[in-house]
Each structure stands twice: as structure tokens, then as C-alpha cells.
């Protein structure tokens, strides 16, 4: 069956500070890969989205940035923190018919 | 490009009354169509969705929801919840065929059972 890892749970980092998110995948090849961000009252947001090794598309300008070296590790990172990136990160893998998602991380910018 | 409205931000109820939450969407080809729940701090889970068939999709814990195509609704009912039913519910799309793949989600709705 398939599974998604994705860590740390938490995380505080200070303003200025670089990130690194990472998210595996098992159990599946050749997934598409997500990264999503969840403020209060703003819903999913769609950071990244990734088809295959080095795809990468960005949804939204911002100072974050991805990577996915391998077919199922997909990394979210930043050079420099911002207050306005505190957040709830979820990692996720879909085909056209379903979605599944890791179990987030809690990232707090302070 | 998909687009998916959840109309209500937050719906308080009553223990045992019934709840409808509500999802609009906006497509120009075919659609699948999906409810996922999110528990406190934890990641999504996929609840039902519709992908071909019967327009009527029920869930194992008393959720259905209904793919109403002339008016692009895909509305989640219960006719009884229970105080474990609170949680975040979020409608979401993906094109099935002639469009992007890519699952677009609702801002949600936060569903508060109370006793």
C-alpha cells in the first residue's frame, strides 16, 4: 500500500533562518508530488507541483522554493525565513483519482 | 482551469441534527470530485468522492454526497452527526480528462459538533 512520510511534525524556526521540509513516498512510482500550505481561514494553497525528477511548478510567487532529486523525495525549502511563512505544510501524492496526504508539519516562524 | 467554492466557513450543530456543507465548483471539462476531512493537526483524509457512475456517493461513517452536474454541486450531507464528526472539511477537483490533474481544493468548512 502507499504511504507518504513527511517531516518534522514541528517545527520553530527564527526569521532569517533556512528550511528544509522533506516528504517520501512508498509504495508507488512515478507519483505526482504536492506541496501544500494551510493558513487559518485561507484553506489548502497550492505551493509546488511536480510530475517527475526536476519537474517543478510553482503556483504562487513567494520565497519558498522545491526540489525533488529522486522519484518519490520531494523537498521544500527557503534560503531566509519569513514571519508570513509560519504555516501548516502537507506533503501530498496523487493520481487522477485520489489523493493522499502526509501528516504535516507545523512550521513557526518567530 | 478548476475552481472549487465551499460556501460556509463554519457550520455549528447540534448533536444528533442533520448538516448539509457546501461545494460549488466551476470546470470546463469533466470532473472527479472528492470530500476530504481534517482532524487538529493532522493531514487529510480522503472521506468519498465521485468519479463515474451512480451520482450518489456515501462514505463508511454515514457521510454521503451527491454530483449534481446542471448545478456543479457537490454538496456533503449527514443525516445525523456525532460530536466525533467535528473537524475541517475540504471539496476538491481534478479535471478527468482534457485538463490538468492537479487536485484544486475549497478554503473548507469547519464543522462544530456541539452536545
Known amino acids: 500500500s502507499q504511504t507518504i512520510h513527511q517531516w518534522p511534525a514541528t517545527l520553530v524556526q527564527p526569521v532569517g533562518s533556512p528550511l528544509s521540509l522533506e516528504c517520501t513516498v512508498e509504495g508507488t512510482s512515478n507519483p505526482n508530488l504536492y506541496w501544500y500550505r494551510q493558513a487559518a481561514g485561507r484553506g489548502l494553497q497550492l505551493l509546488f507541483y511536480?510530475?517527475?525528477?526536476?519537474?517543478i511548478s510553482s503556483e504562487v510567487p513567494q520565497n519558498l522554493s522545491a526540489s525533488r532529486p529522486q522519484d518519490r523525495q520531494f523537498i521544500l525549502s527557503s534560503k531566509k525565513l519569513l514571519l508570513s511563512d509560519s504555516g501548516f505544510y502537507l506533503c501530498?501524492?496523487?493520481?487522477?483519482?485520489?489523493?493522499?496526504f502526509g501528516q504535516g508539519t507545523r512550521l513557526t516562524v518567530v | 482551469a478548476q475552481s472549487v467554492t465551499q460556501l460556509d466557513s463554519q457550520v455549528p450543530v447540534f448533536e444528533e441534527a442533520p448538516v448539509e456543507l457546501r461545494c460549488n465548483y466551476s470546470s470546463s471539462v469533466s470532473v472527479y470530485l472528492f470530500w476530504y476531512v481534517q482532524y487538529p493537526n493532522q493531514g487529510l483524509q480522503l472521506l468519498l468522492k465521485y468519479l463515474s457512475g451512480s451520482t450518489l456517493v456515501e462514505s463508511i461513517n454515514g457521510f454521503e454526497a451527491e454530483f449534481n452536474k446542471s448545478q456543479t454541486s457537490f454538496h456533503l450531507r449527514k443525516p445525523s452527526v456525532h460530536i466525533s464528526d467535528t473537524a475541517e472539511y475540504f471539496c476538491a477537483v481534478s479535471a478527468s480528462q482534457g485538463g490538468s490533474e492537479k487536485l484544486v481544493f475549497g478554503k473548507g468548512t469547519k464543522l462544530t459538533v456541539n452536545p
Open positions: 511536480s510530475v517527475g525528477i526536476g519537474q
Open positions: 501530498a501524492w496523487s493520481g487522477y483519482t485520489e489523493a493522499f
